[in-house]
Structures are given as structure tokens and as C-alpha cells.
């Protein structure tokens, strides 16, 4: 059986140079399409201030019901009905319509900023957005609601894309001089919307 001579010395310095040049120049590409990744998700999409925009996945699925009045069922790891190729596990009380619209309003006013940033949003401005008046009673349902969803935990998967966490990473409250309420809300940004 015949053997290949051996190459120059100076010919495999340069295919060790080509190996890693290329291993560099893929290195540094998939470096790049991480970070282009990541950037399109660090902050919502801007639309007009005549619309409402939510994930699709929570508007083809269950995750919002229809409820009665009165108190809400606790439920663990329920499976929610959705469309198409979505998989969706629940714990949490259920969610109805009026929370999808408070969701809804949250990240309406969240959209102008990075997600994971602390967006400061007065009870007053939500309730407007919502088109509802400023009152006590409206305070205490957008409280329950907004607690609702910080409370809430997912697990989201579409295709081969996952998402476990809430609707509302963090929240904090401010109550601020004359009785005005501030809420502190911060988006996950791996929520990825």
C-alpha cells in the first residue's frame, strides 16, 4: 500500500493558519447572530397608540376565559386549550378578559422601552388607557388584576421555542403623595414577544 509523502513544513503552518482563521471567522459569525438575536428581543415592537398588541399565542389559546364573578379557581400545571402547534401549562388563578386588557394596557406603555426595564406607570394613566374612571373600586380590580399576572407562572412552548416564567416579571407599587399610585412594572426580557 502506497503512502503520500509527507507535506512541506511551510505548507501545513499554513493549512493550521487557514484551519484557524475559518474556526475564528465562524466563531465570530455565530457571535454576531447572537447578539442580533438578543437585540431584536430587548424591546417590544413600536405601534400606534390607537392599537393594543399581544402575543398571538395568548389570543389563539385559553389563557383568558370567560369567568364568573366572585372568587377565582388556583390551578397547577393546568394545560390550556390552544391553537396549532402551542403548548401551554398554567399555575396560577384563571385569567379572565378583564386582565388580558390590563396585560394588555402594561405593555402598551411598556412598549417604548427596553424590556427588563423598570417601567413607572401611575393607576391614573392605566385606568385611562383601559377607559375606565379613576376610582376606588377601579384601583382595587387593576390591583387584584396586576397582581394576578405577576403571579402567574407559564410554560409556553411553540415549535422547538420554550418560555417558562410570568406575564409580569416583577411589579412594585408607589404609593406616592395625594394617594397617587405608581406601579414599578418590569417585563421579563426573555419573554421574547
Known amino acids: 500500500m502506497a503512502t503520500n509523502p509527507p507535506l512541506p513544513p511551510r505548507v501545513n503552518i499554513k493549512i493550521e493558519e487557514l484551519r484557524k482563521s475559518s474556526i475564528a471567522r465562524r466563531k465570530e459569525k455565530d457571535k454576531h447572530v447572537?447578539?442580533?438575536?438578543?437585540?431584536?428581543?430587548?424591546?417590544l415592537p413600536n405601534w400606534s397608540d390607537s392599537v393594543r398588541r399581544v402575543p398571538n399565542v395568548a389570543l389563539r389559546s385559553a389563557l383568558f376565559g370567560a369567568m364568573r364573578k366572585g372568587a377565582r379557581p388556583y390551578v397547577e400545571q393546568m394545560e390550556v386549550n390552544a391553537l396549532g402547534s402551542v403548548s401551554i401549562l398554567y399555575t396560577g388563578a384563571l385569567l379572565d378578559q378583564g386582565d388580558l386588557?390590563?396585560?394588555?394596557?402594561?405593555?402598551?406603555?411598556?412598549?417604548?422601552?427596553?424590556?427588563?426595564?423598570?417601567?413607572?406607570?401611575?393607576?391614573?394613566?392605566?385606568?385611562?388607557?383601559?377607559?375606565?374612571?379613576?376610582?376606588?373600586k377601579n384601583r382595587r380590580v387593576l390591583d387584584l388584576s396586576i397582581s394576578r399576572l405577576k403571579a402567574t407562572a407559564l410554560q409556553v412552548k411553540v415549535g422547538r421555542y420554550a418560555y417558562e416564567g410570568s406575564l409580569i416579571h416583577e411589579v412594585y407599587r408607589d404609593h406616592h403623595e395625594r394617594s397617587e399610585r405608581i406601579y414599578v412594572v418590569r417585563l421579563n426580557p426573555k419573554l421574547g414577544l
Open 101 to 136: 386588557d390590563v396585560w394588555a394596557a402594561v405593555l402598551h406603555l411598556a412598549r417604548m422601552q427596553e424590556l427588563g426595564v423598570e417601567c413607572r406607570i401611575t393607576a391614573y394613566r392605566l385606568l385611562k388607557v383601559l377607559g375606565k374612571t379613576d376610582s376606588g
Open 34 to 43: 447572537e447578539v442580533e438575536v438578543e437585540a431584536k428581543r430587548e424591546s
